[in-house]
């Protein structure tokens, strides 16, 4: 890489400048010409110029001031980019949205926020369409996960709550510059609720107590979170239709907004 530049760990910096894999990714995500895409993690730059052909507008965060000049001769004529050299997670995300209109997450993530930025928009986000990103292939297959299957947890359940979510492609660790030491996976959700509840936050905490601790049941975990007794508890998951000694990792994201819905119906959640 010309400019001197010099990758930082701190950052998970792993580019990927694979064309043809890259232009894979912008027709994964579904990007059309009138489309609004949020990049996060800009890095060299390369994915950032593929969006940049397609898409109506492409506004691509990046952290490392460092990468200015790298990203102003990648990106040289792509007039329809953006760059904010500033950390995303400090955004002040629904004055960002009034600025973007609807809009798509489209990103090779560093891996060391995945999880708490994609959460930002599954919990925060009103405008976004849903999320096209790169991440740890093991990351992948628990966003995507169903109920039962070990890599089903509350993340899971969080997802399938805005959308649908599945892993559309998978990229060997060769693909990337530096080398990662894990495999990686194209995951692809489309916002649009599944299922009505009562209350967002909720589902969010009814999720939270299902998955605290997954060696107790439901029971034992309501109790404890919520602070129940244990008549309390079992009148609630009566209420919901579900039976006793279950655990939470079995019930689905719908029997799970169920359950939640009964909580506030029955005054324990608002």
Not at 101 to 108: D, E, K
Not at 211 to 217: E, I, M, Y
Not at 251 to 264: A, C, I, N, R
């Given at each position: 890489?010309?400019?001197?530049?010099?990758?930082?760990?701190?950052?998970?910096?792993?580019?990927?400048?694979?064309?043809?894999?890259?232009?894979?990714?912008?027709?994964?995500?579904?990007?059309?010409?009138?489309?609004?895409?949020?990049?996060?993690?800009?890095?060299?730059?390369?994915?950032?110029?593929?969006?940049?052909?397609?898409?109506?507008?492409?506004?691509?965060?990046?952290?490392?001031?460092?990468?200015?000049?790298?990203?102003?001769?990648?990106?040289s004529g792509s007039e329809n980019v953006e760059v904010v050299f500033r950390d995303f997670m400090r955004e002040d995300l629904p004055r960002l949205e009034g600025e973007l209109g609807q809009y798509r997450v489209v990103a090779n993530l560093p891996y060391y926020i995945t999880t708490p930025l994609l959460m930002k928009f599954v919990e925060e986000a009103e405008?976004?369409?849903?999320?096209?990103?790169?991440?740890?292939?093991?990351?992948?297959?628990?966003?995507?996960?169903?109920?039962?299957?070990?890599?089903?947890?509350?993340?899971?359940?969080?997802?399938?709550?805005?959308?649908?979510?599945?892993?559309?492609?998978?990229?060997?660790?060769?693909?990337?510059?530096?080398?990662?030491?894990?495999?990686?996976?194209?995951?692809?959700?489309?916002?649009?609720?599944?299922?009505?509840?009562?209350?967002?936050?909720?589902?969010?905490?009814?999720?939270?107590?299902?998955?605290?601790?997954?060696?107790?049941?439901?029971?034992?975990?309501?109790?404890?979170?919520?602070?129940?007794?244990?008549?309390q508890a079992r009148e609630a998951l009566s209420a919901a239709g579900v039976p006793e000694g279950v655990r939470g990792e079995t019930l689905s994201p719908k029997q799970l907004g169920?359950?939640?819905?009964?909580?506030?119906?029955?005054?324990?959640?608002?």
């Amino acid at each position: 890489m010309e400019n001197a530049f010099r990758f930082k760990k701190k950052f998970g910096q792993n580019f990927l400048t694979d064309a043809n894999l890259l232009d894979a990714i912008v027709r994964d995500a579904g990007v059309e010409p009138d489309t609004t895409v949020l990049e996060i993690g800009a890095g060299a730059g390369a994915l950032t110029r593929a969006l940049a052909k397609t898409a109506k507008r492409v506004v691509a965060y990046e952290i490392d001031p460092d990468l200015k000049p790298v990203l102003a001769q990648t990106l040289s004529g792509s007039e329809n980019v953006e760059v904010v050299f500033r950390d995303f997670m400090r955004e002040d995300l629904p004055r960002l949205e009034g600025e973007l209109g609807q809009y798509r997450v489209v990103a090779n993530l560093p891996y060391y926020i995945t999880t708490p930025l994609l959460m930002k928009f599954v919990e925060e986000a009103e405008s976004c369409l849903g999320f096209c990103v790169m991440v740890q292939e093991e990351v992948a297959e628990r966003f995507c996960a169903q109920a039962g299957s070990p890599a089903y947890g509350a993340v899971s359940a969080a997802i399938a709550r805005r959308g649908t979510c599945r892993m559309v492609r998978k990229v060997p660790r060769t693909m990337f510059t530096p080398r990662p030491n894990v495999d990686s996976a194209v995951v692809r959700a489309d916002f649009g609720e599944q299922f009505p509840v009562a209350s967002v936050q909720a589902y969010r905490e009814t999720v939270r107590a299902a998955f605290a601790s997954r060696r107790k049941t439901l029971e034992n975990n309501l109790m404890q979170t919520f602070r129940l007794s244990r008549t309390q508890a079992r009148e609630a998951l009566s209420a919901a239709g579900v039976p006793e000694g279950v655990r939470g990792e079995t019930l689905s994201p719908k029997q799970l907004g169920t359950l939640s819905d009964v909580l506030v119906s029955q005054r324990i959640l608002k």
